[in-house]
């Protein structure tokens, strides 16, 4: 099973600010690994597939890059909706598919 | 755009079976080559895979709970089932169905419902 761990587990920011995430693969997944989006009371939403394309409805300020084992996710200038929790997934091996254990970004 | 919806008790009582729709509308669940598949979310924690169904049958689970989970789909009504037997507190979480085209992500989900497993 391919463990996949996201730092920091907890990142406090501002409104303007760039956020960056880290989710880091026990093996290679090649670029197979894609970000999601949960905000309270709500289901995942995909924001990145494949390690840097965005999903469809997605803004140009989420970005993401890396291969093999370790990946970014970066938004460029926080607006106030983006502050939520993020989840990196691998398809890579599967099954299982994996998730991290999330990135809290919160309003500093 | 397809919708999914999640039904079934909010209660399970220890050692019995969970038992989960998810219904489909807006698509037909055996067309499109998709993967129909379950994801829980302990409260306060983390997205864990339970396993996933080929539109054409085929089951694919995660090893820890293999033994206890079956999905099935019931194309005649568009939807697809969760049971997971054997329940203890461990298997309280938020318990969401999702959809999956080969080769990519979950790319549309349902909206999730709390099962709490309780005496």
């Known amino acids: 099973e391919i463990v996949l761990t996201q730092s920091p587990a907890t990142l406090s920011l501002s409104p303007g600010e760039r956020a960056t995430l880290s989710c880091r693969a026990s093996q290679s997944v090649s670029t197979y690994l894609a970000w999601y989006q949960q905000k309270p009371g709500q289901a995942p939403r995909l924001l990145i597939y494949d390690a840097s394309n965005r999903a469809t409805g997605i803004p140009a300020r989420f970005s993401g890059s890396g291969s093999g084992t370790d990946f970014t996710l970066t938004i460029s200038s926080l607006e106030p909706e983006d502050f939520a929790v993020y989840y990196c997934?691998?398809?890579?091996?599967?099954?299982?598919?994996?998730f991290g254990q999330g990135t809290r970004l919160e309003i500093k | 755009q397809v919708q999914l919806q999640v039904s079934g008790p909010g209660l399970v009582k220890p050692s019995e079976t969970l038992s989960l729709t998810c219904t489909v509308s807006?698509?037909?669940?055996?067309?499109?080559?998709?993967?129909w598949g379950w994801i829980r979310q302990p409260p306060g924690k983390g997205l864990e895979w339970i396993g996933t169904i080929y539109y054409n049958g085929n089951t694919y689970y995660d090893p820890s709970l293999k033994s206890r989970v079956t999905i099935s789909v019931d194309k005649s009504k568009n939807q697809f089932s969760l049971k997971l037997n054997s329940v203890t507190a461990a298997d309280t979480a938020v318990y969401y169905c999702a959809r999956r085209y080969p080769g990519t992500y979950f790319d549309s989900w349902g909206q999730g419902t709390l099962v709490t497993v309780s005496s």
């Open positions: 997934q691998q398809r890579s091996n599967w099954p299982p598919f994996t």
């Open positions: 807006g698509g037909s669940i055996s067309s499109g080559g998709y993967y």
